[in-house]
């Protein structure tokens, strides 16, 4: 079957760093992608991963290992906008281009 | 250039009716996704038009079918709608390669009551 895990809820306060874990079971990978979600809006695009190691973009770094089927999103210098979900999914053989989500993270930033 | 358009926005329907939801992709891209987000929830993946045909199908009831027109532009049928229907309905447009970017709509609100 088809497994994507992530925490529910994290808390983090202004400037701080944040990891947000991803495990994934898949029968085949294609991708993983994450995507950030405020509420009552649209996902929207954040990275992409499809070989191992860090990819780096700003405040957010991505991170993925395919043998050990984990991810994760690392957001630096946070700051109140970031407060949202974040959404880790899979694109795997058997799905072709369609993405596999897992639940989302809720993300809280406090100042 | 115009990203991901869906319409409507929000909509509120009775138990039994039916519903059409419309999309219209990123310009340049030739397949639609469709998605049902619930509360709380990740999205769900219902399926992927691609060249007017469905590619793939997510785990969802015949009673949610679609099209997609020859300018790449997709519809979401929903016949004989629940109170568990409601949700934000989603699409997602790319190019049909795995790797490719996908890009989301702000969605449509769909309650049922």
């Known amino acids: 079957g088809q497994n994507i895990d992530q925490p529910t809820e994290m808390t983090a306060t202004e400037g701080a760093i944040v990891q947000i874990n991803c495990t994934y079971q898949?029968?085949?990978?294609?991708?993983l992608f994450w995507y950030q979600q405020h509420a009552g809006e649209a996902p929207t695009f954040l990275s992409y991963n499809v070989l191992d190691g860090l990819e780096e973009k700003g405040r957010f770094s991505s991170f993925l290992s395919r043998s050990k089927g984990y991810s994760y999103l690392l957001l630096k210098e946070l700051q109140m906008k970031d407060s949202a979900s974040y959404l880790c999914?899979?694109?795997?053989?058997?799905?072709?281009?369609?993405?596999?989500f897992g639940k989302g993270t809720t993300l809280s930033v406090s100042s | 250039d115009a990203g991901v358009t869906q319409s409507p926005t929000h909509l509120i329907k009775t138990r039994g009716q039916q519903v059409t939801l419309r999309c219209s992709p990123k310009s340049g891209h030739d397949t639609v996704s469709w998605y049902q987000q619930a509360l709380g929830q990740g999205p769900q993946f219902i399926f992927q038009y691609y060249e007017e045909e469905e590619r793939q199908r997510g785990n969802f009831p015949d009673r949610f079918s679609g099209h997609q027109f020859p300018n790449y532009s997709s519809e979401l049928n929903v016949n004989a709608l629940l109170l568990g229907d409601s949700a934000l309905y989603l699409c997602a447009s790319s190019l049909l390669l795995p790797g490719n970017t996908i890009y989301f709509g702000e969605g449509s609100w769909l309650t049922v009551v």
């Open positions: 898949t029968s085949g990978f294609n991708g």
């Open positions: 999914a899979v694109t795997a053989n058997q799905a072709g281009t369609a993405l596999i």
